[in-house]
């Protein structure tokens, strides 16, 4: 198991008491693939540098956790292709 930090950009589209359903998806998929979750960080709804799409602002996450590299992958492929989240940046963590 490697350790992983993602960040995540969440539409803000979602309200933001429902950006934990968002965050729970991506835990609960750690958990279920073997991983642990370390911490998980809701940083608020920020202004954006610049425009995705047409979108201005959004609500950040920053989770911290263990996955197997294979899965890792699928999780960022899931992100990638998910409407929810906007932007995702996955870091391997030494």
């Known amino acids: ?14 309200a933001d008491d429902q950006v934990n359903t968002v ?5 609960s998929y750690v958990t279920t693939h073997g991983g ?3 911490e998980v960080k809701p940083w608020g709804r920020r202004r954006l540098a610049y425009h995705i799409g047409n979108f201005q602002e959004a609500s950040y996450v920053q989770a911290n956790f263990a996955l ?3 899965d890792a992958k699928q999780l960022q492929g899931d992100l990638q292709i998910s ?7 996955m870091l391997t963590l030494d």
Do not use: C
């Open 36 to 38: 642990k979750v370390a």
């Open 1 to 14: 198991m490697r350790n992983y930090e993602l960040v995540m950009l969440v539409s803000p589209e979602i």
């Open 23 to 27: 965050v729970e998806k991506v835990t």
């Open 68 to 70: 197997d590299p294979k």
């Open 83 to 89: 409407e929810q989240v906007i932007r995702h940046l």
